[in-house]
């Protein structure tokens, strides 16, 4: 990690000995095809909506270091949301804002950084390597770019797991969060818990709340 203060290891020590606790085996369901109608019709409503914000807790393993935190993801539209990590107290650790163009990444110690590529300025600022482009579509339960048949889907119509480049993504549990579309009232399963692998390094996205479609700051 490149950088930290006492609390900030203390209180993520801590939150990452909770996280690591809160760990079960998941349950995986029988499988079914991509042409299911029960997963097409949970796919086609995911891809109609961009807005979204989801808050939780991240847990970050890599060989040389670990890290848990709370965080927050606010995104506008693909390719232009906020991505806030922050402690028990609320302390920031970091808050990248991701652009079509540009990102910016500031962190608690109040330093401010820029660059084209998010995942490589937020690995190049913290060390921590985090693939948050995809991870837009992966939040949601959706595949990215990826062949059909890399991927599972659940017989309840909703994703098992993605393969995609080097990553594996297991989609561990799901809840319901309700969207308020045309004045009715749409209930999605949307992720509860992901796992995303990549070689050693081991990313756990908890997810404590959905708000499809929030009302625009």
């Known amino acids: 990690m490149r950088f930290t203060t006492t609390k900030i290891i203390a ?32 796919y086609q409503l995911l ?3 961009e807005q979204y ?13 670990s890290f848990s ?10 390719d232009n949301f906020t991505f806030r990590m922050y402690g028990a107290f609320g302390q920031t650790y970091l808050i990248l804002k991701v652009g079509p163009n540009l990102s910016t990444l500031d962190t608690g110690d109040d330093e401010h950084y820029q ?24 939040i949601k339960g959706l595949p990215t770019g990826i062949n059909k048949s ?15 480049l080097d990553y594996t993504v297991d989609f561990i549990r799901y809840d319901e969060a309700e969207w308020e579309r045309d004045n009715k009232t749409i209930t999605l399963k949307m992720p509860d818990k992901i796992k995303i692998v990549q ?12 708000d499809i479609e929030p009302a625009q700051e």
């Open 53 to 65: 914000q989801l808050k939780g807790r991240i847990g970050i393993t890599h060989p040389e270091d």
């Open 115 to 138: 660059g084209v590529d998010a995942r490589n300025l937020l690995y190049g600022v913290s060390g921590w390597d985090i693939p948050v482009s995809l991870m837009q579509d992966w």
């Open 150 to 164: 890399n991927l599972l889907i659940n017989a309840d119509g909703t994703l098992q797991q993605i393969k995609y």
């Open 199 to 210: 070689g050693q390094n081991k990313i756990i996205l908890s997810v404590r709340s959905w």
């Open 11 to 42: 209180s993520a020590l801590l939150s990452l000995l909770a996280l690591t606790a809160c760990e079960t085996t998941p349950v995986k369901q029988e499988t079914t095809v991509w042409d299911d109608p029960r997963w097409q019709k949970h």
């Open 69 to 78: 935190s709370n965080f927050l993801w606010q995104q506008r539209q693909q």
């Open 47 to 49: 891809k109609t909506f």
